[in-house]
Every structure is written in structure tokens, then in C-alpha cells.
């Protein structure tokens, strides 16, 4: 009896206990949503009662738009006796007069995507469909994680912190990645069927889906739209009006429906943090383990020598392509590495911020933290630029008038500090600087230079040798306010030394871009004796940063030294962040799903300075209906609060976040968060 012949009436896909058993049940109960390597049930309805199975039930399952058997992207496979985890199979329970339950099991290295079921073998019909996802809980696939608090982390929770910042005041940015609001997992896939690959041979490129390598490199450039239609474009250039500023972002779905609403379009507009959070939710959506990655102190190696390269000419300017970002974002993916040699799977980095190509196209990754780590630059894929940009040396040089060029200092701990990520579980700063690198100035970073008699008395009083400079900060920085900072030099030389000394404070942006001046001192003639240090104090005023300082409040000092006689130059920097004033939220209301709560929030204006078009935004994942709620408060005087009042319903149980955000024409970027605890 041929299998077709069978007269289903109805396919039920048990799609509760089956999304359930397969942790996606936060997807909802509408469609069958599996991970691989996990058998799932079926139930058939059939239309005549007592009608006999055939002796040989035939399956067929098919992905792609051009399904095929040679490539593996069509299985059929006949109904057994037992479930062969090495395959697609599937088992039959005792029917009933008018049903047919089937388990069926997938191999845990099936391509993910959207699947259809068929029954029979020549002239099969089209049960359902489903939706295979990577699988975390499966030892046999790629991406399995051992600790169950660690699945939760990096594939079930739906919001977290991203850091910016500058060590050690580090800011957190609440994010929510949504990768279980309605809608997003469609995007996801979709996603990977817009990639050129896709476009150029539909069926290998659903193949290949079954290697959590190969989507997290095609997420890594689709996630970015320098090359495809990918999701976002980058802006660094400080005109956003085209677009959204990037820092007005605060979660992944709404730049992902935007990107699907509208055909494809890339999103305006996104730099490195956004470009990182909307990876993960793609990825943990998709199956893959994922956190996100806060480099402090990052290179940018254009030439790839592993050295940044500062060349300064006689007037001190920087005239170097390198650069060293004050931090920078990307993510860490987890999943085997069968394609590289053993001992690299765990943590694999990638970056779809568009810095440089990779096999021609903007992409970088994903290369496994561990090969970073060892120096093992060989290994697959973009190790040495992911390399350099946590432990490239630093190079300063000066190209004199007459051409030469002399180097004048070299720094081996200024890139990688303060790795940071979310820690798991909690809602705190997790340093991971040790998974990326060893310690600075240890047995396998670095040799211990030898060193003179006078270098061991300064050792033994646990001082250096050579000139020294470090830049001391007020304990308050408060945007609005003047504050003082100096220059402190000491002289750890054998004799005594005469500079000259310029210390500057310039606006910074995230991404290294200088801006204008806002504070200068100088010591035309700074005279220091052997074993004793001086103090050059400079007031930094609102009034100069004020009218040009960026929404992450960054300014950069520098001290530039001369020796009068050696002509020798000695230099450091340091960045700073400004305080930013705090924000008090306040939940009124019973914490019950569809009962109205309101949200009480007030921001002192720290500034001198009316600040005008201000308006708050608050969003939360069962809190606020998957959209973003803006009250618009107009005029803020100086000295004066920002309040409002924002009611809002939440829709499901349990603990959620609510996101702030305050914005203005002088101030913004101001987020905060409160934990909400709902119940029924």
C-alpha cells in the first residue's frame, strides 16, 4: 500500500509540549519550533476510522527552495522500530482507530531553517511545516553548553548590559535583544536568505546551515550593509539626520522589523555596540550561544603588522592610519571548531562592525578566543586583526623635516584592558581580559627586561625607571560643571631634568575621533630633580566642551614632555567620562499582568543651560507591548528636574526590565533600569 494513500484529515503538531520540550516555547504555541538532534511528535487525524497504516510509512523532509537529495537538503526515510540518532528517522506508536502518533528525530548536524514534512514516497502530500533551530542542549551539536545557567544567559535571556565607558567608570547600556518577541525569528531567517550566498546558490547555502561557523561569518556580514542587504549602516560622521543616532537605540527589535518593513532597506543608523547586540539576538534566536564584548583600550590595525603606530610630525600631529579606539564592541559565539585543528572550540569571536574585509567582503570572524589567547594566527578566520585589537604593541614615532623617522616611546599594555561582558545571572561587569590574553608582564607575555643598578633601587621602592607621567582626575566630573585635572611628572632618572610641558583636553568620540580643544596648560620650563615629581594643574570648563561634547561624554587629556637637552619626547593620555546625573524611577501600581502601573521618573539638568526638546522613552518585554513608549516634556531650566509620568500594561508574568531613556538637544543617552516582578 502506497504511503500517500493514507486520508489525513488533520496534522496535529502538538505544538505545546513539543516547543516546550525543545525550549522555544518562548516563540509561542502557533507553529512548531525544534531543535535538532531532539525527537518531536505528530499526531495524525485520520478522515475513515479504522484505517490501516501501510506497512512501510514513508517521510520526506525538505528545506530550501530547491530541495535535493544529493545535497542533503531533501531526506526521505521510512518509519522503523527505533530512533537512529546518526539520522532522520522516525517511529510509529500503536494507532488508534482513527489516529497515527509518529515520533520523529532529526540528526543533531541537520541545516536549520524552515522545514516541510511530507507523507509518502511517490506521490507525497505536504503535512506541515516547521522551523529547526541549533540546539545548546544536545551534546551531539556543535554549539552544545555543558551548564544549564549558561544557556540561560547566552540563549534564553532576552535582555542584558552592554559596556562602554572608559575604565573604570564603565557605563552600562541596558539592552533589550528580544529574540523571542513576535516576529523576530521570521527576520532572523530571513536574514540569512537575503546573504549573496543565498542569491548565488540557494540550495549549498541551506546546506551549510547546518555549520553554526558558516551562519555566525554570514551573520557577521549581513548584520552590517556595506556589501548586501544587510541590516544596519554604520555612521561615525555626527550627522544622523538621515537616520537614528545610533546611541538613541536601546533594543534589536525595532532596527529588525525596521530592515523587514521596509523591503530590506538598511536601518540608519548603527556603530559598534548596536551592530553587536543586534548579532547576538540574531544568533541566540537562531540557536547559538552568544554574548556580547566590551574591548577597552582597541586597536585598529590597518596594516596588519600587529603594531599601531602612532607618527607624529613636528607639530605634533598624528599622521599614522592606525588607531586605538576607546573601546569597542563585538561578540563571542560558542560552538566546536571541527574545521581547525583540536584544542579551539569554546568561544569564538566575530565582528560585524564594517572595519576591513575579509575574503572580500566587510566581516571578521568567527576566529576561537583561545587561538587569540596562544598567538595561533593561523587558525581560521581573521586572527591576526582580532589579535592586534586586544594586544597589538603601540608604537610612537616622530618623521623629522629632513624625512627620518625616530621612534620615541613603545607601550605593550595600552590595547585589550577591561575585556568586559555580562555576567551570568547577574546584573553585573564580568572581566574576561584572561580568557583573551595572559597577564601583562607575565613569563608568556613578555620577557623581563635587564636592569641597572639604579633601576633596582627604584624596583625595590616599587617605582620605574625613565621619566614618568600619569594625569590625576577631580573626584567629580559632573557634565555642566568646570572641574580641574593636572599633570603629574616625576623624574625617576639619575640626574636632573629640565621639559617643556603642554597638557591639553580635547572633545572625544567613542571611536577615537578628536575633537575641539577645551582646556590647555603649559610649563615653558618644568625643572625636576632626581627621585622627585612636580604638579601642573588645568581647569576643564563647560563653557569650551559644552557646545561640541558627544552623548557618551568622552574627553581625552594629553601631556606631551620635552627634554630641553635631549630633545626627547615622553607623552601620555587618558579619557575620561563625565558623570552623567542620575535618574530615579519610581513603579506606582500593583505589579499584575493587565492591570495599569505608572512609571514616576525624574533627572536633575545639570547643566548651566536650558535644555530644550527633551522627552523620555521607556520600553520593557512584557512590559510596554514589544514598542517603545515617548513622552515629550518639552523645556528643562538649569538646575531645574525633568519629570514625568508614563502609565503602561504589562501583558505576561515574571521578571522584567523596564529601559529608560532620557534624551535632549544638550544631554542625552541617559538610560536606567528597573526590575519588575509581575504576576498574574
Known sequence: MEAAALDVERCDLQCKANNTEHHT???????????????????????????????????????????????????????????????????????????????ISSPADAPIGTYKLLVGQYNATTLCEFVMLFNPWCRRDAVFMEKDEERQEYVLSQDGIIYRGTPPRFQELPWAFGQFETGILDICLRILDEN?????????????????????????????????????????????????KPTFWTGSGDILRKWHDTNCRPVLYGQCWVFAAVACTVSRSLGIPCRVVTNFGSAHDTDGNLLIEHIYDDNSEDIGDDSIWNFHVWIDSWMTRPDVKEGFGGWQASDPTPQERSDGIFCCGPVPV????????????????????????????????????????????????????????KDERNDITNVYKYPEGSKEERSVYEKAKHHNKLLQKGEEPGVH????????????????????????????????????????????????????????????????????????????????????????????????????????????????????????????????????????????????????????????????????????????????????????????????????????????????????
Not at 74 to 94: E, L, P, Q, Y
Request: proline fraction near 6%; aromatic fraction near 6%; include cysteine.
Open 25 to 103: 516555547e518562548l516563540n509561542g504555541e502557533e507553529r512548531l519550533i525544534v531543535r535538532r538532534g531532539r525527537p518531536f511528535s505528530v499526531l495524525l487525524h485520520l478522515r475513515q476510522a479504522s484505517q490501516k497504516p501501510p506497512e512501510n510509512l514513508t517521510l520526506t523532509v525538505q528545506t530550501g527552495p530547491i530541495p535535493s537529495r544529493d545535497t542533503g537538503t531533501r531526506t526521505t526515510f521510512n518509519v522503523g522500530s527505533a530512533i537512529d540518532k546518526s539520522c532522520w528517522s522516525a517511529t510509529m506508536a500503536a494507532p488508534t482507530a482513527q489516529t497515527l502518533s509518529l515520533t
Open 196 to 244: 549573496p550566498k543565498f542569491i548565488h546558490d540557494a540550495d549549498q547555502d541551506c546546506l551549510n546551515r547546518r555549520d553554526p561557523v558558516y551562519v555566525t561569518r554570514v551573520l557577521s556580514a549581513m548584520i552590517n550593509s556595506s556589501d548586501d542587504k544587510g541590516v544596519l549602516t554604520g555612521n561615525w560622521s555626527g550627522d544622523y539626520s538621515l537616520g537614528v
Open 469 to 680: 607621567i600619569k594625569i590625576k582626575i577631580a573626584k567629580s566630573t559632573m557634565i555642566g560643571t568646570d572641574f580641574e585635572v593636572s599633570a603629574i611628572v616625576r623624574n625617576n632618572s639619575p640626574a636632573p631634568k629640565t621639559f617643556l610641558l603642554m597638557f591639553y583636553a580635547r572633545v572625544l568620540n567613542y571611536n577615537g575621533r578628536i575633537g575641539d580643544t577645551c582646556g590647555f596648560a603649559d610649563a615653558p620650563e618644568l625643572k625636576i630633580e632626581p627621585a622627585q615629581e612636580t604638579t601642573t594643574p588645568m581647569k576643564v570648563e563647560y563653557a569650551l566642551y559644552g557646545p561640541t561634547i558627544t552623548d557618551e561624554r568622552l574627553i581625552k587629556l594629553k601631556v606631551l614632555l620635552i627634554d630641553s637637552e635631549t630633545r626627547q619626547f615622553h607623552k601620555t593620555d587618558k579619557t575620561i567620562v563625565l558623570d552623567s546625573p542620575k535618574m530615579l524611577i519610581n513603579i506606582v501600581g500593583i505589579p499584575k499582568v493587565n492591570q495599569k502601573l505608572t512609571a514616576d521618573i525624574t533627572l536633575l539638568n545639570p547643566l548651566p543651560v536650558p535644555l530644550q526638546e527633551c522627552f523620555f522613552t521607556i520600553k520593557g518585554i512584557h512590559l510596554t507591548d514589544e514598542k517603545s513608549i515617548i513622552q515629550k516634556i518639552g523645556t528643562v531650566a538649569p538646575k531645574d528636574y525633568a519629570a514625568t509620568k508614563i502609565e503602561f500594561v504589562p501583558t505576561s508574568p515574571g521578571r522584567n526590565k523596564l529601559v529608560v531613556a532620557f534624551n535632549s538637544d544638550k544631554l542625552g543617552s541617559i538610560t536606567a533600569y528597573e526590575s519588575i516582578v509581575i504576576s498574574n
Open 370 to 425: 583561545t587561538a587569540i589567547k596562544e598567538g595561533e594566527l593561523t587558525i581560521k578566520y581573521d586572527a591576526p586583526f582580532v589579535y592586534a585589537e586586544v594586544n597589538a604593541d603601540v608604537v610612537t614615532l616622530v618623521r623629522l623635516k629632513n624625512g627620518k623617522t625616530v621612534k620615541i616611546s613603545e607601550d605593550t599594555t595600552e590595547c585589550g584592558r577591561n575585556i568586559s561582558t555580562k555576567a551570568v545571572g
